[in-house]
T-cell receptor
Framework: DTAVSQTPKYLVTQMGNDKSIKCEQNLGHDTMYWYKQDSKKFLKIMFS???????INETVPNRFSPKSPDKAHLNLHINSLELGDSAVYFC????????????FGQGTRLTVV | DAKTTQPNSMESNEEEPVHLPCNHSTISGTDYIHWYRQLPSQGPEYVIH???SNVNNRMASLAIAEDRKSSTLILHRATLRDAAVYYC?????????????FGKGTKLSVKP
C-alpha cells in the first residue's frame, strides 16, 4: 500500500480550465501539506492542514483552494488555470506539525497549454 | 526563504563515503536540521534530522558542528541508488506551524 498517494500522476489541460488533484494518506497522520516544485526544481510549501484545519497558507493565488474532507485526504482544486501553474505538485503528510519526518507522494505533473 | 547554503553538485564513486556539507549560520536555538533527498521523478524522502548531537540511522549519519552553524550528511558507502538531490533544511518546532522550507539542494552523482 502506498503511504501517500496522489491522483492523477499526469494532468494536461488548457488555460482557463478548473482541475483537482487528490491526495490520500493511510498513515494515520494528523498533518498534510501541498508543495509546488517549479521548473527550476524549487520546492515551495503552499498549504498545511492539521486535523482538517488550515494552519499554513503561503502566498498562493486564491485560485488555489485546498479541501480536507477528513484527516486522511487533502485535495487541491485550481480554478482558471494559467500557464505559470505548470509544475509538479507534491502532497505530503506527517504525524503532527512539529514532527521531522514527512512522507511525500509521487507528485502530479501539471501541464497547462 | 531557505536559510541554508549547500554546494550545487558533488560527485562520488560507488562504495566510497560521501560527505555532503551544509551551512546554516543564522540557525536559531529552536531550529532542527533536517535532510531530505529527492531521487529522479520521485517525491522527497526523509533521511535524518538532529538538533545538537550527532545522529545515526540506517540511511546516514548527521554530524553537527559544535556552534551548530554547519552540518554534514555522511553516506558511509555510496551506491548508485544514492544519486539524488539532497536538501538540508532548518525546521521550526515547538509550535503548531512547523514546516519545511526547501532550498536548491546538492545534486549528488555516483559513478560506478
Amino acid at each position: 500500500d502506498t503511504a501517500v498517494s496522489q491522483t492523477p500522476k499526469y494532468l494536461v489541460t488548457q488555460m482557463g480550465n478548473d482541475k483537482s488533484i487528490k491526495c490520500e494518506q493511510n498513515l494515520g497522520h494528523d498533518t498534510m501539506y501541498w508543495y509546488k516544485q517549479d521548473s527550476k526544481k524549487f520546492l515551495k510549501i503552499m498549504f498545511s492542514y492539521n486535523n482538517k484545519e488550515l494552519i499554513i497558507n503561503e502566498t498562493v493565488p486564491n485560485r488555489f483552494s485546498p479541501k480536507s474532507p477528513d484527516k486522511a485526504h487533502l485535495n487541491l482544486h485550481i480554478n482558471s488555470l494559467e500557464l505559470g501553474d505548470s509544475a509538479v505538485y507534491f502532497c505530503a503528510s506527517s504525524q503532527a506539525p512539529d514532527r521531522a519526518e514527512a512522507f511525500f507522494g509521487q507528485g502530479t505533473r501539471l501541464t497547462v497549454v | 526563504d531557505a536559510k541554508t547554503t549547500q554546494p550545487n553538485s558533488m560527485e562520488s564513486n560507488e562504495e566510497e563515503p560521501v560527505h555532503l556539507p551544509c551551512n546554516h549560520s543564522t540557525i536559531s536555538g529552536t531550529d532542527y536540521i533536517h535532510w531530505y533527498r529527492q531521487l529522479p521523478s520521485q517525491g522527497p524522502e526523509y533521511v535524518i534530522h538532529g538538533l545538537t548531537s550527532n545522529v545515526n540511522n540506517r540511511m546516514a549519519s548527521l554530524a553537527i558542528a559544535e556552534d551548530r552553524k554547519s552540518s554534514t550528511l555522511i553516506l558511509h558507502r555510496a551506491t548508485l541508488r544514492d544519486a539524488a538531490v539532497y536538501y538540508c533544511i532548518l525546521g521550526y518546532y515547538g509550535g503548531s506551524q512547523g514546516n519545511l522550507i526547501f532550498g536548491k539542494g546538492t545534486k549528488l552523482s555516483v559513478k560506478p
